[in-house]
């Protein structure tokens, strides 16, 4: 072996040349293949980062379809009570309605029953009338009032149902006064009222 620089044969610098490049591409290889594990590593973080921000995108669009859902539906509410409060606006005004057909109504039963209570007055006085002059003699006044005082209580209460109020002031009477009337001539009211 000729003899190198330095006391070194060249075959020895080629061994330790060599062994030094196995050392280096070793290191280098290791170097290389953590390199592209740290290569592989990042297109597998990058891979997983576009996924994340797609999912991401995804779940964005469905939170905004979401919103614009629950917008509608809170829109649907804010009808739906309007039209409730329109209904019951219009369910007052007809009860208001109801009320005042009601009380028209009561008022005029009232002069209606009132008209017939004086046409029936008027032929049962005449009935009366007709009785006492085919009686032959005369009836006592006291009687003939009470039999009045019973007839006519009688058309009241059969005019207003048997409503012992509404038949008082029908009579433009005091409600007690009408009792002690019904109680005087023997009228049960209970016989009037449907």
Request: proline letters at 2%; aromatic letters at 6%.
């Amino acid at each position: 072996m000729p003899l190198g620089f330095a006391g070194h044969h060249d075959d020895d610098d080629d061994d330790v040349g060599h062994g030094t490049d196995v050392n280096y591409k070793l290191r280098h290889e290791k170097l290389s293949m953590g390199y592209a594990r740290i290569q592989d590593v990042n297109q597998r973080l990058r891979d997983e980062n576009q996924r994340l921000k797609d999912e991401n995108d995804t779940l964005r669009s469905e939170v905004d379809r979401l919103e614009k859902e629950s917008l509608h539906y809170v829109e649907l509410a804010r009808e739906a009570r309007d039209k409730t409060r329109r209904l019951q606006d219009n369910t007052r005004q007809m009860q208001k309605a109801a009320k005042r057909r009601k009380h028209a109504l009561k008022v005029m039963r009232e002069k209606l029953g009132a008209a017939e209570l004086e046409l029936d007055l008027m032929v049962r006085h005449e009935r009366l009338a007709v009785s006492f002059r085919s009686r032959k003699g005369q009836l006592p006044f006291i009687e003939a009032k009470r039999d009045f005082e019973r007839r006519y209580c009688m058309s009241c209460l059969r005019i207003t149902a048997g409503n012992i109020s509404a038949a008082a002031r029908m009579a433009g009477k005091d409600r007690a006064d009408f009792y002690t009337l019904l109680k005087r001539t023997g009228v049960d009211a209970e016989k009037f009222r449907p």
